[in-house]
């Protein structure tokens, strides 16, 4: 019994095994259906998911375009009633001349039939006259025939005066009277009269003429010598400068109605600007015009002149104080820039017949003109002028429109065995330390007070004693620094720059109305030091971006407070307010049209606004905008946005206002484009215009993107990467910026509490060092103009101005990363 029960146990566990066993084969191959299940279902989720990724992208397209050609439909349905009000009255001018020249045909066969008559009635006169003449002659005759011999003179009857003969030439002028004259003599004198009015006209043209010549002459002339000026693009055809009297809008309107009609009805709306960039087509050449006029500060203006082919300086010749403006200081500064200059006297205001004589003037003009070595010219229309420097621009093809096109695309595009080490970060501004100079760089320190969220250096060229350094925070202030020159950087002021901040200090006196604490400009620093000049509050929250305008005596910032500031530089004030509906992470002025104010929010939309006339335009971008940029043309803008890509926009004017037309775009990384930073071309030292872009993570690097000008001249075409520099750049948006010395270095902040320093230069291998002085990550970095000075800030509200002392060598060697330490800033 107890082995039939011990058997049955062994048979029942037996089974139960089996039946789990079977049980958990059948729970497997359960849960590998499930398994392959749930894999294709994550695997539909997820394809949904990109599916919905891309379809969201392609949203966002598709109302971008939408966006766009409702803009387009509304500027189409403007120029339609534009077109349909100019129909109208073309029909009706053309019923009225259909009138007029009913009434001219009426009139003129009236005055044929008048002149058929009158010349009857002068044939009949004529007869009579000479038949009463021959009786009066016969009488005489007889009456002397009986005459006696002698009489007394009281008792001589005087003679007849004969009939004298006026003939007045067609257009006014003096009365030529010929007595005893037949109508035979009174036609010949006529032809000769006309004879010799067109041989005065025909002189006059042959005179235009020699002096269109003579211009073409010293164009050629000018073109075979070498160029004294800085070695720029000139990318601009003509730049236009005078006297506010001088009548150059009256010039221009003039131009544009001649050669472009269609823009002429525009011209009316851009008279008052200071700035004025337009495009003619004359004989069907697209001609790029910058007016500037002379209140602009002369730094300015001899900027535009370097980055123009030929400078034309007008005068109004009844004005002689325009003359003067025009010799000096514009004439001089436009023949200092190695552009081709003309002197073109206005004579647009003066009346030939009743004006006063300028004969004086012309001559003073003429004179100065050959003492600078350049051409004069005189008229009332700048049409002539335009087509001679057409041609001279069509002809001239031994220097490159911008100067250097590049066709680098990758590190290895440089030329083999040109590997050289990198020149100094700076230029010395200070003098050798102790041990002769051991330590190369000085450092300068302010606590701020809060997170560093942008740095910018302006007025470089208004004080001799300092620039300022703007530094915005995340609290919405901007604090605003003066950095005193050294004693060596007031020595390398040129005269020409000196004489620049003469004649702006003393056209411009600087008031503070504000009410806010401001450093009086007679307060004296030490050379070299820096002290806080003003802070400027009014953003509730933290400021992301920020730029001066042309002429620096602007300020704009964006804020992530859905607002866009505008400050006076010289006074403090805020001098206008602009709200839009998004968080701003851009904003700049238009080069060529300082009164416009672009801005970039977080919805994907650029805003266009004139802060004068109050016109506001918008473009819609497909992803949503972080950083913008101009090129030196000021005619580019490029626009980095939240996932890698870079647009390109070309600023335009349509209907008289400003706007932007969308080139083409580029996507270069993943990441979000936090700074943009445009370095100008040097074709001396072999650099191409390129773009230094900082990206965050997943790329976390800058990149260095050459930008390609031309075909056609003048004309972006495509960026091209070259480099990748790789910098800690996660998630905290950084600034970088470029010092020109040593070659070009990329100047960029980063997480690793420092910034970091790389020399772009093709004739040096790609080495990377490092600045430390911060405890924190730095966010903003700047260089001055005279490239003497870096600011570096961090966000922990610490701010370091960096300077180069002189050394015993050449040039500081580049110290590779692994040696960071040595290069610490000097306490």
């Not at 073309?90 to 009434?103: F, G, I």
């Not at 015009?289 to 209140?295: G, K, Q, R």
Request: proline share 5%; glycine share 8%; net charge neutral.
């Amino acid at each position: 019994h107890e082995r039939f029960w011990r058997g049955l146990r062994t048979a029942v566990v037996h089974a139960q095994q089996c039946w789990r066993q079977r049980q958990a084969v059948h729970q497997l191959r359960k849960m590998r259906d499930e398994k392959y299940h749930v894999g294709g279902l994550v695997a539909k989720l997820q394809a949904a998911k990109d599916a919905n990724i891309e379809m969201e992208a392609q949203v966002r397209k598709l109302e971008a375009e939408s966006f766009n050609a409702k803009q387009d439909v509304e500027r189409l349905r403007k120029e339609v009633e534009a077109l349909k009000k100019e129909a109208a009255d073309a029909k009706s001018r053309a019923a009225t001349v259909v009138e007029l020249q009913k009434q001219v045909e009426d009139l003129t066969k009236a005055r044929e039939e008048d002149r058929l008559k009158y010349e009857g009635e002068i044939a009949e006169m004529k007869e009579q006259a000479l038949g009463d003449l021959e009786a009066a002659q016969a009488v005489a005759e007889s009456a002397a025939a009986q005459a006696p011999p002698v009489a007394s003179p009281r008792h001589l009857a005087s003679p007849r005066e004969a009939p004298t003969l006026t003939i007045t030439a067609a257009e006014p002028g003096p009365k030529l009277v010929v007595p005893h004259a037949s109508s035979k003599q009174a036609a010949l004198l006529q032809a000769k009269m006309e004879l010799i009015g067109g041989d005065l006209n025909k002189t006059k043209a042959q005179y235009n003429q020699l002096l269109q010549n003579a211009a073409m002459g010293y164009a050629r002339t000018v073109s075979a010598k070498p160029r004294s000026g800085p070695m720029t693009a000139r990318h601009m055809d003509i730049c236009l400068l005078g006297h506010a009297g001088a009548g150059n809008p009256d010039l221009l309107f003039e131009l544009v109605k001649e050669s472009d009609p269609a823009q002429a009805e525009c011209r009316g709306l851009r008279a008052d600007r200071q700035l004025d960039h337009l495009r003619v087509k004359v004989d069907g050449h697209e001609t790029k015009i910058l007016s500037c006029a002379s209140s602009n500060p002369l730094y300015h203006i001899v900027n535009w002149c370097s980055r123009s082919k030929w400078v034309v300086v007008s005068y109004n010749v009844c004005d002689e104080d325009s003359l003067n403006t025009a010799v000096s200081p514009l004439l001089e500064r436009a023949v200092q820039s190695g552009a081709k200059v003309l002197l073109f006297g206005n004579t647009m205001f003066w009346d030939e017949l009743s004006g006063p004589d300028v004969s004086e003037t012309v001559m003073a003009a003429h004179n100065a003109a050959a003492v600078l070595g350049v051409v004069a010219a005189e008229g009332h229309l700048l049409l002539p002028i335009v087509r001679m420097i057409i041609q001279d621009i069509q002809k001239d093809h031994s220097e490159p429109s911008y100067g250097f096109i590049s066709t680098s695309a990758g590190k290895d595009a440089r030329k083999p065995g040109r590997d050289k080490g990198a020149g100094p970060l700076l230029r010395p501004s200070m003098g050798p330390g102790p041990g002769g100079g051991a330590k190369p760089v000085s450092v300068f320190e302010a606590e701020i007070g809060d997170a560093v969220t942008q740095a910018c250096f302006g007025q470089h060229l208004i004080r001799e004693e300092y620039v300022l350094l703007a530094v915005c925070t995340r609290q919405g202030e901007v604090v605003v620094f003066r950095c005193y020159r050294t004693q060596l950087e007031i020595a390398a002021l040129t005269a020409d720059e000196r004489d620049l901040m003469f004649n702006w200090n003393n056209s411009r006196r600087r008031t503070n109305t504000s009410g806010i604490s401001m450093v009086s400009d007679d307060a004296e620093g030490s050379p070299g030091t820096f002290h806080e000049h003003c802070r400027y509050k009014g953003h509730r929250k933290g400021i992301a971006c920020m730029a001066f305008n042309a002429m620096e005596d602007m300020m704009v910032t964006g804020s992530i407070d859905k607002t866009v500031r505008i400050w006076s530089v010289d006074t403090g004030v805020t001098w206008k307010i602009i709200e839009v509906a998004y968080p701003v992470f851009g904003a700049a002025f238009l080069p060529l049209n300082p009164q416009v104010v672009v801005s970039a929010n977080g919805n994907c939309v650029l805003h266009l606004v004139d802060v004068k006339s109050q016109q506001v335009s918008k473009r819609k971008v497909d992803l949503g905008i972080r950083s913008l940029q101009f090129d030196d043309t000021g005619c580019f803008m490029f626009v980095g946005t939240i996932e890698g890509w870079i647009h390109v926009f070309e600023h335009v004017e349509q209907d008289g206002a400003a706007a932007l037309r969308f080139k083409f775009k580029l996507q270069f990384g993943k990441g979000a484009v936090t700074c943009i930073t445009f370095v100008p071309a040097r074709p001396a030292e072999e650099r191409p215009p390129c773009l230094l872009v900082c990206a965050q993570k997943p790329d976390s690097n800058v990149a260095i993107l050459d930008c390609v000008y031309g075909p056609p001249s003048g004309m972006l075409t495509s960026l091209q990467v070259r480099h990748r520099v790789r910098v800690q750049i996660t998630t905290t948006p950084v600034q970088c910026c470029f010092s020109p010395s040593g070659g070009g270095h990329l100047v960029s902040g980063s997480e690793q509490k420092s910034a970091v320093v790389c020399c772009i230069s093709q004739k040096s291998s790609l080495q990377v060092f490092a600045l430390k002085g911060h405890a924190k990550t730095v966010v903003a970095v700047a260089c001055n103009q005279a490239d003497t000075m870096l600011a570096s800030a961090d966000v922990g509200g610490k701010l370091v101005i960096w300077r180069r002392r002189q050394e015993g060598s050449a040039r500081m060697s580049v110290v590779p990363e692994m040696d960071l330490q040595t290069l610490s800033p000097e306490r």
